[in-house]
């Protein structure tokens, strides 16, 4: 027993870990990195030819980690580059700008092609995921707003940061949090700790939201068909008002969703007899 004492203690104090890059072409993955770890920004643009690997030694809490970072390019043209990379990895950094609503849109093909390169015994469930919605500093140009984009990332019990690269806004805060999280992840055996995956709020809210967020008009946003009773009118926008009541629906975007469903209540009574 006694000798088991020092080495525990060691392996507490060093921690390695894989973290990968992954998201669009452009959309600022190694301007991140690099913001975080040298502390610097390059406006001009820069591909990333294949992969960027790098090792970097970082302090959190009290722990000293040494992270191999892999920083993917995002142009389909290296995905043959790419994908022997997604393996024995403990954190992604998954990113999307947020002027660019295709990078957000091709956030499930990225978590798809890293599924499929796990085959089918890889496990994402045991991977800490951080969402970046990068270039806030962009804030006129911008076409995902927080709520649609902390939406996606929590319903999938991933962690989400609005960052800019540019000005370091939430870089520091984001990467503390997810090497935090993987800390976690490594205490519990590599398995992702119950506490971290419990969302707070149903998928069904969530699926509201984003059906709401889609619809183009009163009819569509209450899920009734054009010419429905006021009868019909009022079940559904009861059922929905109980679902997404800002007192009860902790989901980003659930008080816009709710406002949505009581306006289009409003505008469809007024012309039902
Ligand atoms: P690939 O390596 O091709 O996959 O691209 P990437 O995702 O690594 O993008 P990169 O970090 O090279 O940044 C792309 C362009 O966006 C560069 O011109 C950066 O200067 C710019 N950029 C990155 N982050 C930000 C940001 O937060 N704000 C602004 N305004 N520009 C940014
Ligand atoms: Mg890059």
Known sequence: MEANVPKRKETRKSLRIKVIS????????????????????VPKYLATIGIDYGVTKVQVRDREIKVN??????????????????????????????GQKDSFDALDAWLAEMKQ???????????VFVVCANKIDCAKHRSVDESEGRLWAESRGFLYFETSAQTGEGINEMFQTFYSAIIDLCDNGGKRPPSS?????????????????????????????????RDEVN?????????????????????????????????????IK
């Open 69 to 98: 970072i892999f920083d993917m390019a995002g142009h389909p043209f290296f995905y043959e580059v790419r994908n022997e990379f997604y393996k024995d990895t403990q954190g992604v950094i998954l990113v999307y700008d947020v």
């Open 117 to 127: 390169e796990l085959g089918p015994h890889g496990n994402m469930e045991n991977v």
């Open 235 to 271: 079940k559904a926008y009861r059922k929905l008002a109980v679902l997404l009541h800002p007192d009860k629906c902790v989901a980003p975007g659930s008080e816009d969703a709710f406002k949505a469903v009581v306006n289009a209540r409003t505008a469809l009574l007024k012309n």
């Open 22 to 41: 992954m998201g669009n072409a452009e959309v600022g993955k190694s301007c991140i990195i690099k913001r975080y770890c040298e502390k610097r920004f």
């Open 197 to 229: 995956v419990g969302v707070g709020f149903t998928k069904e809210q969530a699926d509201a939201i984003r059906r709401i967020r889609n619809s183009k008009d009163s009819w569509d946003i209450l899920g009734v068909k054009p010419g429905a009773t």
